[in-house]
């Protein structure tokens, strides 16, 4: 861990469909903290959807509006935050998390992302030709910046219980002070 880093939130980063909202609804209910998701927090402050956002003002517009979001969430505790797939991507995003929360990243290939996603009409970057090539070549992109998470969950062929499991033993270890991070 960095020096002068206080971990007492949990940031879930990864790609879009790797179960970061569904597994934070989870650790946050056993953590007793409370869930929020920087594209829902986005929507309120917009007055409407992460897909309006994008089809009316730009991804640009979107991705202002996240900064601003995720900012505003390192003066929090106790919160398990779900981030946008892409969010990560801003360095100003990684180090704003990273100064507060335990950064997991929940990791799966491009066909079981396809697999979950093909049929999600809200998920306004794979509303074009050939969603699989679009989720492969972003993957790409991203995965350098999800492997510089402090943990990284495979959720491949696991189920939902033992990737909270994982999620929330790496937390309670990254609170203790132990430098037990793992990535698998």
């Not at 601003?68 to 981030?83: C, F, M, N």
């Not at 050939?130 to 491949?156: C, H, S, W």
């Amino acid at each position: 861990m960095a020096t002068g880093r206080t971990i007492h939130n949990l940031a879930l980063i990864g790609f879009m469909g790797c179960g970061k909202s569904t597994v934070g609804h989870m650790v946050a209910r056993d953590l007793k903290f409370s869930f929020v998701d920087t594209d829902s927090l986005v929507e309120e402050r917009a007055g409407i959807s992460v897909a309006e956002i994008f089809r009316s003002e730009g991804e640009s517009v979107f991705r202002k509006l996240e900064k601003e979001v995720i900012s505003d969430l390192a003066g929090k505790q106790e919160l398990v935050i779900a981030t946008g797939g892409g969010a990560v991507l801003n360095p100003e995003n990684f180090e704003s998390l990273k100064t507060h929360a335990l950064l997991v990243c929940l990791w799966a290939k491009a066909e079981s992302i396809h697999e979950r996603t093909k049929h999600q009409k809200h998920r306004p970057l794979l509303q074009r030709e050939d969603p699989l090539g679009v989720i492969r070549q972003m993957l790409t992109e991203r995965e350098p910046f999800y492997k510089q998470a402090d943990v990284i969950v495979n959720t491949e062929l696991r189920p939902q219980r033992e990737v909270v499991a994982q999620v929330r033993h790496q937390f309670e270890e990254s609170i203790k002070g132990t430098s037990g991070f793992a990535k698998d």
